[in-house]
């Protein structure tokens, strides 16, 4: 019995050194806050899956993906029961489960990718373990008041046009940003933030 548990607790240690030798490569990783969680529904049971999002100081292409690369192992650590582990950083706890954010890891513990995952590419994205994309730059001052606003009151204005696409009312929601941040109503739209594969991934493999 004592033999075993020496094992499990060497196992353990060898384990979390591993994490803490990533560490060190990740010179620009940033502090960061875990400001919201959600599940991952899989089509296959055999697997479970969780997303949780962060917000950081992080500002540059690196930064953003080792923040977030840090986090998703730091979070494996803590919850060991997740076979897939979705991070992605955002740029203000308003932007949680939005499309504005600056950089999305996958970490597929078990290396088999997005499997299982609705919407997924089922033939090329279920053999890796590291899936990394990261924004160039962060949103500048006036396109992040902009998001929060657009993504903090889109309800306030909901559609009346039944086979428009979108849930709110454009027109009216911009209308109400510009006076809000004192601009004209053509200068106000939901800043898009281009993703990045992340390359510097070597030390991971």
Partial sequence: MRYRSFILLSILFLSLSGFDQYKSHLIYAKTYEVVGEHAINLTND???????????????????????????IELHKKYREYDLIQVILVPDKDMVATDTYYSSVYYAVDKK??????????????????????????????????????????ADFPSEDLLSSLSYNEKKLVNFIADSLKLDNDAVNLPRIQLLEYQGLDFLD
Avoid: P
């Fill in 46 to 72: 055999t697997r479970k899956a969780k997303m949780w999002f962060i917000i950081s100081e992080a500002k540059t292409h690196d930064e953003f993906a080792q923040t977030t690369i840090l986090a998703a």
């Fill in 113 to 154: 990718g997005l499997k299982g995952v609705s919407g997924a590419d089922q033939k090329t994205m279920v053999s890796f373990e590291w899936l990394v994309r990261a924004a160039e730059k962060s949103l500048n001052k006036q396109e992040l008041e902009i998001a929060k606003l657009w993504h903090r009151h889109q």
